[in-house]
């Protein structure tokens, strides 16, 4: 018998239901072009762009939970049923988990041996929160986290479009610590609350008028020249040695003046107009198929509009808890996490296997309509000028090791494709658990190539000058 | 294997320089240092071991600012004496320095030749200053070179001295730091908080501040304002005043009325259940399950460790059961107030007992809103009569939303030491803004009450009585939304409610002209407001109301300069008194914003004669906002963020744990506002035979009959072991690496922090300690930094640092004393570069006593001078330091006289000139 709550909580959602509109998008999972980055935009002055459509570089980051089917080689299953491919280079054959992107094979590259190395040793559950980050998330205790991928990308080139960044997940908001719902964490490391229903984003993107959002009057040009006059007043009365300050001050809000300036560009510019074709907005993530095309295809939209440049999309959270672990229905599965305890019975890693081929077919049907549309004002398609990386934190049970990742897209930008790249080396740990010590907590012979390399090299390509990302400073060659 | 140990050992000193201006030791001015050792045996002799009241006397005897005729005599001169250096002095350095540090080599890149003799009008006089203090301490030229003869050595002291004097003199109050700076983001928020009445965090958002090599965040040079800043600063300041300000009508309460009665008789309906079970158990023979009923009765009698219900008509107990998912152990809110009705009256039946360190979970759900206050009222009493300390009743806040995602923290409520008596239970109440909580599940508001992950939050009852008796609760009501008025009182400060008779602008111009005044630190003057009201006059019309309008006009008030810039001297206009000052003074005294009185004081002329501004000073030390004077510049002067981040090897210090590390760092703090507030003097730092502790600190130190967290003072019970800041855990257990002691981490620390003598930084390529070498491996880490020090490129440096830090070796990585290291005595005997003899701790204290107090004094006048103004002191403020010192020193050394001086100086008054 326990405590018999009462008149228990009115529905959360509709609470979430009430909230206005502006202060649901105020919240932030669409950031407006207003960013606060400009250390980081400082250290990749725009001009390291140029201007105009052709330059356009976009990039998207999709994460999924429970890690990959990594059934051992004197396994039957390893064959169809591995999630990585076999042989390294560009004579790999997939297995049925990635069949699905057969047709991409030129479009992409598939990765293993690399992770982030400060939570190696962390149990798979809590590291989605580091995946676009390298943060030391840690295991338990106090958290702080660092600033993710596409934040650093958004600071370079989000005030060029009506918003900075896009970020979405199927669980929605910021999740908790080593819980998180969003794979966006701003300059400070604060997790950037991701939007979750189809509806709202479509509306946000393309319906609500969007241009006053989190304005404030305070920052407007007569509140800012009001700024300029105190500062000037009294910068007059100092003495010169102590007018510095003031200076730097006048210099602030004239840079500021600019950037509110651009924001507010947006305003004039009317909203681009968007077919709903079969998008079902009002999916849910019960109905899984059809919410992961809404969500895929809202991001696909956003790009073509130029709403935003980046976008990232996390599939699920980790530790088979919340409404996304309820995605594997669309293939048969009650329960998604529970595939990747399952894998001793029979038919294990095929059960697996089959949810992963499926979120590889979304993810690739995203891919293959960028691949479609031709760039808007430039060459070549949209693909080529879009950046896509796809994976997760995890591999073999919960071992934060290894991450499955494909980089797809972006040949514009450079990017080479149509291999396997294995820094694993081949000796990738796998097998079914069978109880006892977990794969994270065993020791590692082997360490990975820290993942921050890679993604340096993505930040380049992305015409990001940056020096160094979680910790690495050395790009990873031959991306 | 080769281990850089020495890279380790040295890495933390690539952040110093050189050039600091040092102190000639007192009663040795013009005088080679080793006569120090000499005079020091003598006096050995004469006072006691540990007479440390005596040892204060006889250094104060050797002070040169107390010794008339010590110091140099005035003099009229104004224009460097260049004859002097080209005839006489050169050619003693030629010959006694030049062949180190001239045109061939010019070891530690120092070259005598090429310094610009004219200290007057040139450039190099803080290498001038090294030379003195190289020379008149004896450490220059090295024992291995030609020496310098007293006479020549007495011959350049005397020159240069005179030479300092009289451009220290010439140069005063020129410097060409400036003061003027942005605020740092913790007086930003102090100044807001003060500002809005509100103790929310207001910072959170800002971007950290770099900190200065000399420890200092408050210096001009580094808070510099860059667009970055600006803007947040600008959303800042508005989600500040929207914090502070409501809309709509006041929000219904939300009230949770629980009762133990209740909770208990669902713990005790647990207890039936299994009863039930196992007498049901039809697989069991009925002996067994006999004496499975009999061994469930057995453990309940038992009185369990942790929380749990107790029938207090019949004995029974029941441990209290929860877990987290499911959120099943939530209690439901109802509308309105908690109804006192519901409280039990006696005779009480069911309580919950919480002994000591022990807690009570109340889960009250996903329902608490964002905002607003949290009142939480627990009708309890202490578990037995008299019996022993009483419980102390503490608050926290947590959630877990899924088994690897949780909180837990104390709320920043003050305890309640719980003296009703059993039977007489009394109401101990806390309240606490939900804006100053801080992670909230992030869940609660996505996902649904019983799945997870779980959005439910709860409080939790702590008995935070190390060993005192225990608590019983016998209800608890929780209100969410507990305004106590509406608007709340700091809206209505903000945005007073506007007379029907008056138009919308005069009210405008009435908050407006109020706000500026508090905000800016003086009235605005008439253009300022004008200019403002007509920013409200273009701003209104696009606004959805008069209180949008005004709260986006009174954001730019907190965005302008004249509140964002700190430290600036202005001529005041007739008649306007001396606005300036008192805003620096609540700048370096309150960390904030002045307040109605100063600012009234000021405005009135009231700051200009000392003895009103010392009084002025005066109050304000005694205002609760001078505690973050005392935060403040003892974290920034001491370095206590070493000890944030100190990562303490649990296995090798298994009983450190995070309320101790709390603790360390409470009593330095601790020490020096108790100082300040008794105007004790400085040398207590040195020793003292009192600390101040908490009951933490007080088990860490052996020490008896502390209780509670805060922190009091406590004798110190041999002086030998504790007593003044150089035994103080937390400063010592920072200055290790988290294993063991760290004598050259501990040396460097005393140098720079205490004596603002700091060594020079290391040399680019240190020679790395061979570790595989067995003879190496085998020696003590004193040992090792012994051989270390032999290696001649590493000699000079070390000779300054290594002696210092080895008298700290009786105390651990945790500042723990030991008469044993790894099964070896301790060894803390070293000697100074100049033959001194350091006889461990007690020595060490002894000869900074005997020798060195006024190079303490100095040093201390120099960090508070320093945090004073904001800005990095110069030989241009050499000599007000000077004088500074000498007033302190004068006046028997009291530390709120010494920040009583530094306030009402010419260097804090007039930072631009008279």
């Not at chain 1, 097998?431 to 065993?442: D, F, L, S």
Request: one cysteine or more.
């Amino acid at each position: 018998m326990t405590p018999a709550p009462k008149g228990l909580p009115v529905n959360p959602m509709q609470q979430i239901a009430s909230l206005d509109r502006r202060r649901f998008l105020r919240g932030s999972a669409l950031a407006l072009a207003l960013p606060w980055f400009e250390s980081v935009a400082a250290a990749a002055p725009l001009g390291g762009l140029r201007p105009g459509a052709a330059a356009r570089r976009r990039f998207a980051a999709v994460y999924f939970p429970d890690g990959v089917p990594m059934p051992l080689a004197a396994d039957p299953a390893f064959e169809e049923w591995s999630w990585f491919p076999h042989k390294e280079g560009d004579t790999y054959r997939l297995t049925r988990c990635l069949e699905p992107l057969a047709g991409l094979r030129e479009e992409m590259t598939i990765f293993s041996g690399l992770s982030h190395p400060a939570v190696r040793a962390v149990h798979g559950h809590s590291n989605a929160d580091q995946f676009l980050t390298g943060g030391q998330t840690g295991a338990t205790g106090a958290y702080s986290n660092s600033i993710s991928l596409d934040q650093v990308f958004a600071a370079a080139v989000g005030d060029q479009t009506r918003y900075s960044s896009l970020v979405l997940s199927t669980d929605g908001g910021t999740g908790t610590p080593r819980g998180a719902h969003t794979l966006s964490f701003d300059q400070g490391g604060r997790a950037i609350p991701a939007a979750h229903r189809p509806q709202k984003i479509f509306e946000a993107l393309f319906v609500a008028p969007s241009g006053g959002q989190g304005r404030s009057l305070s920052t407007s040009a007569s509140a800012l020249d009001d700024l300029l006059e105190d500062a000037r007043s009294l910068r007059r009365s100092l003495p010169p040695g102590d007018q510095a300050a003031l200076d730097e001050y006048l210099d602030s809000v004239r840079a500021t003046e600019l950037k509110i300036e651009k924001a507010e560009r947006w305003r004039s510019v009317p909203l681009p107009e968007v077919e709903r074709g079969s998008m079902k907005l009002e999916a849910t993530p019960e109905d899984s198929r059809s919410y992961l095309q809404a969500m895929f295809d809202l991001m696909y939209l956003a790009f073509r509009t130029d709403s935003t440049r980046t976008a990232t999309y996390q599939i699920g959270r980790e530790n088979g808890i919340g409404i996304s672990d309820h995605l594997a229905k669309a293939v048969g599965f009650p329960l998604s996490h529970q595939l990747s305890h399952e894998t001793k019975n029979p038919d294990g890693w095929k059960n697996f296997g089959i949810y992963c081929a499926y979120l590889a077919e979304e993810f690739g049907r995203f891919a293959e309509k960028l691949r479609s549309t031709p760039e808007p004002g430039g060459e070549g398609t949209m693909l080529d000028h879009t950046m896509l990386l796809f994976g997760s934190a995890s591999s073999a049970f919960h071992l934060s090791r290894n991450y499955p990742l494909i980089l797809a897209g972006g040949k514009a930008m450079g990017l080479r494709h149509g291999r396997y790249v294995d820094h694993a080396g081949g000796e990738m740990f796998g097998g079914a658990w069978t109880g006892g010590r977990e794969p994270w907590q065993q020791e590692f012979e082997r360490e990975d190539r820290p993942l921050g390399e890679l993604y340096l090299a993505m930040l380049h390509r992305l015409g990001v000058p940056a020096e160094s990302f979680a910790g690495c400073d050395s790009p990873l060659a031959g991306v | 294997m080769v281990l850089s140990v020495v890279d380790l050992l040295l890495s933390g000193l690539l952040a110093l320089a050189a050039s600091d201006p040092t102190f000639i030791p007192e009663g040795e001015a013009g005088t080679a240092g080793e006569e120090e050792g000499a005079a020091a045996k003598e006096d050995r002799q004469a006072v006691p071991a540990h007479d440390f009241a005596a040892l204060k006397r006889l250094g104060a005897e050797r002070s040169r600012f107390l010794t008339p005729g010590a110091s140099m005599p005035p003099t009229e001169q104004r224009e460097p004496d260049l004859e002097g250096f080209q005839g006489e002095i050169y050619p003693i350095l030629e010959a006694s320095c030049l062949s180190c540090h001239g045109p061939e080599r010019s070891r530690g890149g120092v070259r005598i030749d090429e310094l610009d003799p004219d200290l007057v009008h040139g450039e190099d006089v803080d290498w001038w200053l090294d030379v003195q203090a190289v020379l008149s301490n004896g450490e220059m030229p090295p024992p291995e070179e030609e020496g310098l003869s007293g006479e020549d050595r007495g011959r350049v002291m005397e020159w240069l001295s005179r030479e300092i004097q009289v451009a220290g003199s010439v140069r005063k109050g020129s410097s060409s730091h400036s003061s003027v700076r942005r605020m740092t983001r913790y007086e930003y928020e102090y100044a807001l908080q003060d500002l809005l009445g509100l103790p929310f965090p207001f910072a959170d958002d800002l971007p950290p501040d770099p900190v200065s090599r000399d420890g200092f965040q408050n210096s001009s040079e580094l808070l510099t304002l860059t667009p970055v800043q600006l803007q947040a600063y600008l959303r800042a300041g508005r989600k500040a005043l929207l914090a502070a300000t409501v809309r709509g009508e006041q929000p219904t309460p939300l009230s949770w009325s629980i009762s133990m009665e209740m909770a208990a008789g669902f713990e005790f309906g647990r207890q039936q259940d299994r009863l039930a079970q196992a007498r049901g158990n039809k697989e069991q023979e009925p002996e067994k399950r006999e004496e499975a009923v009999a061994r469930l009765r057995e453990q309940w009698a038992r009185r369990p460790g942790g929380a749990h219900y107790e029938s207090l008509r019949t004995g029974a107990m029941a441990r209290q059961t929860w877990h987290y998912n499911a959120a099943s152990f939530a209690w439901s809110p109802e509308e309105g107030l908690p109804d006192p009705g519901r409280r039990p009256a006696p005779p009480h039946d069911h309580v919950a007992v919480i002994p000591h360190r022990q807690g009570l979970i109340v889960e009250v759900g996903n329902q608490i809103p964002a905002r607003g206050p949290l009142r939480v009222s627990v009708l309890a009493s202490r578990a037995r009569l008299r019996t022993g300390p009483a419980p102390v009743l503490e608050l926290a806040f947590g959630w877990q939303a899924s088994n690897d995602s949780r909180s837990l923290l104390s709320l920043p409520t003050p305890e309640h030491v719980v003296e009703a008596e059993p039977g007489q239970p009394r109401l101990y109440e806390f309240e606490v803004d939900m804006e100053r909580i801080y992670p909230r599940n992030g869940v609660r508001t996505t996902a649904k009450m019983g799945e997870l992950p779980n959005p439910s939050e709860y409080l939790k009852l702590l008995n935070a009585s190390r060993d005192g008796d225990a608590l019983r609760v016998h209800h608890v009501e929780v209100t969410a939304n507990a305004y106590r008025s509406w608007p709340p009182e700091a809206h209505r400060l903000l945005l007073p409610e506007r007379p029907r008779e008056r138009s919308e602008r005069d009210h405008a111009r009435g908050i407006l002209a109020d706000f500026m005044t508090r905000a800016w630190r003086r009235p605005p003057a008439g253009a300022e407001l004008e200019r403002k009201l007509r920013l409200f006059d273009s701003l209104r019309p696009e606004a959805q109301d008069l209180q949008e309008a005004l709260v986006e006009v009174l954001a730019t008030v907190l965005a302008s300069p004249n509140f964002l810039l700190v430290g600036m001297e202005r001529q005041p206009e007739a008649g306007a008194g001396s606005p300036d000052l008192a805003a620096r003074l609540a700048l370096f005294l309150w960390s904030s914003a002045p307040d109605a009185e100063l600012v009234a004081r000021a405005a009135a002329g009231e700051l200009e004669s000392d003895e009103a501004l010392a009084a002025e000073v005066e109050r304000m030390l005694a205002d609760p906002r001078a505690e973050r004077f005392a935060l403040h510049f003892t974290r920034q002067w001491l370095n206590l963020s070493l000890l944030d981040y100190l990562q303490v090897d649990r296995h090798a210090h298994p009983r450190f744990d995070e309320d101790l590390r709390e603790a360390m760092l409470g009593e330095p703090v601790a020490f020096f506002a108790e100082l300040l507030e008794q105007d004790l003097s400085v040398l207590e730092l040195l020793h003292a035979d009192f600390t101040m502790a908490n009951e933490r600190l007080a088990e860490h130190y052996g020490l008896g009959g502390v209780e509670g967290t805060h922190f009091r003072r406590v004798p110190i019970e041999d002086p030998a072991l504790r007593g003044g800041l150089l035994t103080q855990a937390g400063l010592l257990a920072m200055n290790s690496d988290g294993r063991d002691s760290h004598p050259l981490k501990r040396g460097v620390w005393l140098l720079e922090r205490l004596l603002d003598d700091p060594p020079p930084p290391p040399p680019p390529a240190v020679p790395e300690i061979d570790l595989a070498d067995p003879e190496i491996a085998k020696l003590t880490l004193k040992e090792r930094i012994e051989d270390h020090r032999d290696d001649p490129a590493c000699m000079s440096c070390h000779a300054k640092i290594d002696p210092w830090g080895i008298a700290f070796e009786a105390y651990d990585a945790t500042g723990q004393w030991r008469s044993e290291v790894e099964g070896r005595p301790v060894d803390a005997t070293s000697v100074l570069f100049n033959g001194q003899e350091l006889d461990g701790m007690v020595g060490l204290k002894r000869f900074l006593l005997e020798h060195r107090q006024d190079q303490f004094v100095r040093a201390l006048v120099t960090k508070l001078a320093t945090y004073a103004l904001g800005r990095e002191l110069s030989f241009e403020d050499r000599s007000a330091v000077d004088e500074l010192t000498a007033e302190v020193r004068r006046r028997g050394d009291g530390l709120a006289t010494m920040v009583s001086l530094i306030a009402t100086s010419e260097l804090f008054r007039y930072p631009r000139g008279l």
